[in-house]
C-alpha cells in the first residue's frame, strides 16, 4: 500500500507512482489482455522489485527551489488590511496553463465530452502535469461519471446536486480513445460521488478500465474510487476490472473526518474499502492518500499511519522507512 500525502496528489502523486511502477524512461514489457472484470497480475519482477525502494516520503518534498531569493526579499503583506486588495506572494503563483501537449489534451477532452477533475477542482498544477514533466508525459486525471457529485464535501470545489445528469453511456469508450490517442504509459480515472445510483458508478469504472486495457495492454491503470457507500460487491467490480492501482482516500486524520468529509463518508468505511480491495486481489496495489495543514497535529497524523492495515500494507510490503 501506498500512503501518500494529499497536497499535489493528482500531478506529483501520479507522477511519482508512474516512475515507480514504469522505472525511468522505461516501457513495460509483456503483455496484459484482459477480459472484462478478470484481471492478472500486470507488474514484472522488475517492477515489483521497484515496489521495494520507493518512492518515499522525499520524493514528494524534494525539489530545487530556486527562488529563494524572490522568496526572502518578498515585502507584500501576507495578511490583507482593511480595504486593501492581497495580492498572492511568489511562492504560491503558478505559470499560466499553455504548450502543445496541454492544447492537445484540452481539445481532445472537450470533443470527447470528458472532465478532468484537474479543472473541475480548479487545479493550480493543470499547466504542469497537462503539458508533460521531467519525462514529457503528459499526465492528466480524468474524472468518470460527469462533472457534478452527490456528496459536498468542504476541501472539494467539485459541483454538487442531488440528482446529477445520467450517465453518458459512451463514456467508457470516449474516455478510452482519447487516453489511447494521447499515448500515456500511466493512467489515473477518478470519478464524482454518485450515491443516486444503485452501485455508486461501479460498473462504469469496470467498463473503462476494460476498454482502456482492450486498445493498450501495456497501459497501467489507476483507478482513484469514492467509497460506494460502504458496498463491497461495488468494490469487487472495480478491483476485478483489470486494474494495476486501487486507490481510495481517507481524506484527513480520523478527529477531522466530520469537519472535512460529506457525512455519508468516514475514515473507517474507507479504510474497510481498501481493506477489501486488497482481499479481493492481493496483487493489485492499493493507495490512500490524506490532506495536510486542515488544522490536525502531529500525534493525529502519526496515529492515522499506524493503523493497522496501513502499517499491515505500508511496512511490511514496501519496508520503506519514510511513511
Given at each position: 500500500m501506498s500512503l501518500l500525502p494529499r497536497g499535489r496528489r493528482c500531478g506529483a502523486a501520479a507522477t511519482a507512482a508512474r516512475r515507480l511502477l514504469l522505472g525511468t524512461r522505461a516501457r513495460v514489457p509483456g503483455s496484459h489482455m484482459c477480459n472484462q472484470y478478470t484481471t492478472s497480475g500486470s507488474l514484472t519482477e522488475e517492477k515489483k522489485e521497484l515496489l521495494q525502494s520507493g518512492p518515499d516520503l522525499q520524493d514528494f518534498v524534494s525539489g530545487d527551489l530556486s527562488d529563494k531569493s524572490a522568496w526572502a526579499e518578498y515585502k507584500g503583506n501576507l495578511k490583507r488590511q482593511k480595504g486593501e486588495r492581497l495580492r498572492l506572494p511568489p511562492w504560491l503563483k503558478t505559470e499560466i496553463p499553455m504548450g502543445k501537449n496541454y492544447n492537445k489534451l484540452k481539445n481532445t477532452l472537450r470533443?470527447?465530452?470528458?472532465?478532468?477533475?484537474?479543472?473541475?477542482?480548479?487545479?493550480?498544477?493543470?499547466?504542469?502535469?497537462?503539458?508533460?514533466?521531467?519525462?514529457?508525459?503528459?499526465?492528466?486525471?480524468?474524472?468518470?461519471?460527469?462533472?457534478?457529485?452527490?456528496?459536498?464535501?468542504?476541501?472539494?470545489?467539485?459541483k454538487t446536486a442531488k440528482n446529477p445528469p445520467p450517465l453518458d453511456p459512451e463514456e467508457p469508450y470516449n474516455t478510452a480513445k482519447a487516453i489511447?490517442?494521447?499515448?500515456?504509459?500511466?493512467?489515473?480515472?477518478?470519478?464524482?460521488?454518485?450515491?443516486?445510483?444503485?452501485?455508486?458508478?461501479?460498473?462504469?469504472?469496470?467498463?473503462?478500465?476494460?476498454?482502456?486495457?482492450?486498445?493498450?495492454?501495456?497501459?497501467?491503470?489507476?483507478?482513484?474510487?469514492?467509497?460506494?457507500?460502504?458496498?463491497?460487491?461495488?468494490?469487487?467490480?472495480?478491483?476485478?476490472?483489470?486494474?494495476?492501482?486501487?486507490?481510495?482516500?481517507?481524506?484527513?486524520?480520523?478527529?477531522?473526518?466530520?469537519?472535512?468529509?460529506?457525512?455519508?463518508?468516514?475514515?473507517?468505511?474507507?479504510?474497510?474499502?481498501?481493506?477489501?480491495?486488497?482481499?479481493?486481489?492481493?496483487?493489485?496495489?492499493?493507495?490512500?492518500?490524506?490532506?495536510?495543514?486542515?488544522?490536525?497535529?502531529?500525534?493525529?497524523?502519526?496515529?492515522?499511519?499506524?493503523?493497522?492495515?496501513?502499517?499491515?500494507?505500508?511496512?511490511?510490503?514496501?519496508?520503506?522507512?519514510?511513511?
Open positions: 470533443s470527447l465530452n470528458l472532465h478532468t477533475v484537474c479543472e473541475e477542482a480548479r487545479c493550480p498544477n493543470i499547466g504542469e502535469c497537462w503539458g508533460g514533466g521531467e519525462y514529457a508525459t503528459a499526465t492528466a486525471t480524468i474524472m468518470l461519471m460527469g462533472d457534478t457529485c452527490t456528496r459536498g464535501c468542504r476541501f472539494c470545489s467539485v489511447a490517442e494521447w499515448g500515456l504509459d500511466y493512467v489515473v480515472l477518478t470519478s464524482v460521488d454518485r450515491d443516486d445510483m444503485p452501485d455508486g458508478g461501479a460498473e462504469h469504472f469496470a467498463k473503462t478500465v476494460s476498454h482502456l486495457k482492450e486498445r493498450n495492454s501495456k497501459i497501467l491503470v489507476e483507478c482513484l474510487t469514492p467509497d460506494f457507500r460502504g458496498d463491497l460487491q461495488a468494490v469487487e467490480k472495480v478491483v476485478l476490472s483489470g486494474l494495476d492501482v486501487y486507490a481510495h482516500n481517507v481524506e484527513t486524520v480520523p478527529a477531522l473526518q466530520r469537519k472535512v468529509r460529506d457525512p455519508r463518508a468516514n475514515f473507517e468505511q474507507s479504510v474497510r474499502v481498501l481493506k477489501h480491495a486488497k482481499e479481493v486481489q492481493p496483487r493489485v496495489i492499493t493507495k490512500t492518500s490524506i490532506m495536510l495543514g486542515l488544522g490536525e497535529t502531529d500525534e493525529q497524523v502519526y496515529s492515522t499511519m499506524k493503523c493497522e492495515f496501513f502499517l499491515k500494507n505500508l511496512v511490511e510490503k514496501r519496508k520503506t522507512k519514510a511513511i
